[in-house]
């Protein structure tokens, strides 16, 4: 049981690549989230999925794209990286979308826009 | 923004309690109180988490007030291992799915 895993644990990426994070995982789970963190900050919700074929956007989903073509799988995309999304990106997940739910989170992705 | 108030940062010695408070006068009848920990270059991990009573866990003990606008993390005696950002969360249902919203947390250091 891997619980939630990401690929890859590192990137770097010049300004106006492209790129996927994966997120994949093993306990199936229906909701799958992305946060990203910045330095000193706590995570932020970028977009989130309640189930299979579903995305919403979160607090900052500006710059992102999503997707959840399978139920153990969430992607989430950047088409045109930028400087300002340099940033530890965190996948996690819970069973369902209640108040006293838990997240589980994976190891994270640490990108570098160039 | 984050609806929880915790201290920037606390220190303890090695093998006591450590008390971490946190304040949410804002909660709603509805809200969980959760908490996480945050070890260096990790991801989150959940820690415990509560509606009105007190919770007790292998990890560490949530005494939530009678109002509920304020809560404790409790960890009976603290070891190396706990150094971590501890975060204080309102689990609230919105929009079809609950959100977790992250404050900068309590970094917490223990002191050999």
């Known amino acids: 049981n891997a619980g939630v895993t990401q690929t890859p644990k590192f990137r770097v990426l010049k300004t106006g690549q492209s790129m996927t994070l994966l997120c994949a995982q093993d306990?199936?789970?229906?909701?799958m989230y992305w946060y990203r963190q910045d330095p000193g900050m706590g995570l932020r919700l970028i977009h989130y999925?309640?189930?299979?074929?579903?995305?919403a956007k979160g607090e900052v989903p500006d710059g992102y794209n999503v997707s959840r073509l399978k139920k153990q799988n969430f992607l989430l995309g950047l088409e045109s990286a930028a400087p300002s999304q340099t940033s530890v990106y965190f996948c996690?997940?819970?069973?369902f979308g209640r108040g006293g739910d838990t997240q589980y989170f994976g190891p994270g992705t640490r990108l570098t826009v160039l | 923004d984050a609806k929880t108030t915790q201290p920037n940062s606390m220190e303890s010695n090695e093998e006591e309690p450590v008390h971490l408070p946190c304040n949410h006068s804002?909660?709603?009848?509805?809200?969980?109180i959760h908490w996480y920990r945050q070890l260096p270059s990790q991801g989150p991990e959940y820690v415990i988490h509560?509606?009105?009573s007190n919770v007790n866990n292998r990890m560490a003990s949530l005494a939530i007030a009678e109002d509920r606008k304020s809560s404790t993390l409790i960890l009976h005696r603290a070891t190396l291992r706990d150094a971590a950002v501890y975060y204080c969360?309102?689990?609230?249902?919105?929009?079809?799915?609950?959100?977790?919203?992250f404050g900068k947390g309590t970094k917490l250091s223990v002191i050999p």
């Open positions: 999925s309640v189930g299979e074929g579903t995305t």
């Open positions: 969360i309102l689990g609230q249902s919105g929009a079809g799915s609950y959100q977790l919203t």
């Open positions: 306990m199936n789970h229906e909701y």
């Open positions: 509560g509606l009105t």
């Open positions: 804002t909660i709603s009848g509805t809200d969980y």
């Open positions: 996690a997940s819970s069973y």
